[in-house]
């Protein structure tokens, strides 16, 4: 039995970026190339393969601005990738050691009580969790930096 919908970034979110619109700052995103292996595509939730080109732009992943809607630094894959829709976290998701997991209440503003700061292997078990408070209406999954990663809804 699924409890957990994972989804990357709304298409549409990504498209605007391939299409050369401006991403969430009002700026072009910036295209480099991508180093390390830590390179998280928002959109099919892919690690960028090292030396891919990628896009580095802000994204705000709330649909109306207000106090909680945080604009940050996110990647994309340069060239279109399709969106990840699953029941589970990407396994690369261990690797956000710690992780920020947070829930958010249908207002969009943060539930202060559910945020959790879990080691990679437990980010699955803490959305769970969080999301077992019925005022919580989703989760987000950050890393460390406060990097958004992904959103996560009840299956
Ligand atoms: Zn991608």
């Given at each position: 039995?699924?409890?957990?919908?994972?989804?990357g970034?709304?298409?549409?979110?990504?498209?605007?970026?391939?299409?050369?619109g401006?991403?969430?700052?009002?700026?072009?995103?910036?295209?480099?190339?991508?180093?390390?292996?830590?390179?998280?595509?928002?959109?099919?939730?892919?690690?960028?393969?090292?030396?891919?080109?990628?896009?580095?732009?802000?994204?705000?992943?709330?649909e109306?601005?207000?106090?909680?809607?945080?604009?940050?630094?996110?990647?994309?894959?340069?060239?279109?990738?399709?969106?990840?829709?699953?029941?589970?976290?990407?396994?690369?998701?261990?690797?956000?050691?710690?992780?920020?997991?947070?829930?958010?209440?249908?207002?969009?503003?943060?539930?202060?009580?559910?945020?959790?700061?879990?080691?990679?292997?437990?980010?699955?078990?803490?959305?769970?969790?969080?999301?077992?408070?019925?005022?919580?209406?989703?989760?987000?999954?950050?890393?460390k930096?406060?990097?958004?990663q992904?959103?996560?809804?009840?299956?």
């Open positions: 039995m699924s409890t957990l919908r994972i989804e970034i709304p298409h549409e979110h990504a498209a605007r970026l391939w299409g050369g401006l991403d969430w700052n009002g700026q072009a995103p910036l295209r480099r190339i991508a180093e390390g292996g830590a390179n998280p595509c928002r959109h099919c939730l892919g690690l960028i393969a090292e030396g891919s080109p990628k896009l580095v732009f802000g994204y705000r992943p709330f109306a601005l207000q106090p909680y809607a945080e604009t940050g630094p996110v990647f994309l894959h340069a060239e279109p990738c399709t969106r990840y829709e699953g029941d589970r976290l990407p396994d690369w998701f261990a690797f956000l050691d710690p992780a920020l997991v947070r829930g958010y209440g249908a207002d969009d503003w943060i539930r202060y009580d559910s945020a959790r700061v879990v080691r990679g292997a437990e980010i699955t078990a803490a959305c769970e969790a969080i999301l077992s408070d019925p005022s919580v209406a989703y989760v987000h999954v950050r890393s930096f406060n990097c958004f992904c959103r996560v809804d009840r299956g």
